[in-house]
């Protein structure tokens, strides 16, 4: 089953703005990740934050984590066209548990 | 780093017929290993997890006997989809948990077309 929730669905920006896109959860959790995933392809790991951390930096990405809320953010800055893709997060309760993924957000940054 | 090398990339079958597909862990032990379905503008439904050397743990709703998984070694993980439907077309991709470096790795996943 689907563990969380995404928001929003799909995003549209322009090149150099920048995305930000919210994933909620429903469960105690270990760590939460982000993926990047180009239409029908694998999956790319961009980010792994723990439950015992409330913000992390990574290059141009940002991922916020509110376990009170059980909320976490991506914010992508001056956002590029190949940005443009499906960011999905993920959660597993365990290390080396099952990874439970959230609805996703199509990101389109339009040149 | 670590990688899953995922066959095939793309298969297209006929309905009834069954197809396998492989996940494999090229430089680290994946004792576990975890199946993922992921249809056309949808995010990726686990379907099983499996641990080497022993029976996989299926997800609500997911019949065990149509997908077949085998963990019989700690690189090597399949799943077979047996008496295939076009319903069944859809992107399967397995990720492996990598105990050393404490992290997850995808394979580049499969396109099925059943016909």
């Known amino acids: 089953s689907q563990q969380g929730e995404e928001d929003p669905q799909a995003l549209s920006i322009q090149e150099g703005e920048n995305a930000t896109m919210n994933c909620s959860y429903k469960?105690?959790?270990?760590?939460l990740q982000w993926y990047r995933q180009n239409s029908g392809r694998g999956l790319v790991h961009l980010i792994l934050i723990r439950s015992n951390e409330r913000e992390k930096h990574s290059g141009r990405l940002r991922v916020t984590l509110d376990t009170s809320k059980k909320s976490s953010s991506l914010l992508i800055t001056a956002s590029r066209a190949a940005d443009t893709a499906s960011y999905f997060c993920a959660t597993d309760a365990d290390q080396g548990g099952k990874l439970i993924f959230g609805q996703g957000t199509e990101l389109s940054v339009k040149p | 780093g670590a990688v899953v090398s995922q066959h095939p990339s793309w298969v297209i079958c006929k309905s009834g017929t069954s197809v396998k597909i492989e996940c494999r862990s090229l430089d680290f032990q994946a004792t576990t290993m975890f199946w993922y379905r992921q249809f056309p503008k949808q995010s990726l439904m686990l379907m099983a997890t499996?641990?080497?050397?022993?029976?996989?743990?299926?997800e609500q709703g997911v019949e065990k006997d149509k997908f077949l998984i085998n963990h019989a070694s700690l690189t090597l993980s399949t799943l077979t989809v047996t008496s295939a439907h076009p319903e069944d077309s859809s992107f399967y991709i397995c990720?492996?948990?990598?105990?050393?470096?404490?992290?997850?790795?995808f394979g580049s996943g499969t396109r099925l077309t059943v016909v």
């Open positions: 990720s492996a948990w990598d105990r050393t470096n404490y992290g997850y790795t």
């Open positions: 469960t105690s959790i270990n760590n």
């Open positions: 499996s641990n080497e050397g022993s029976k996989a743990t299926y």
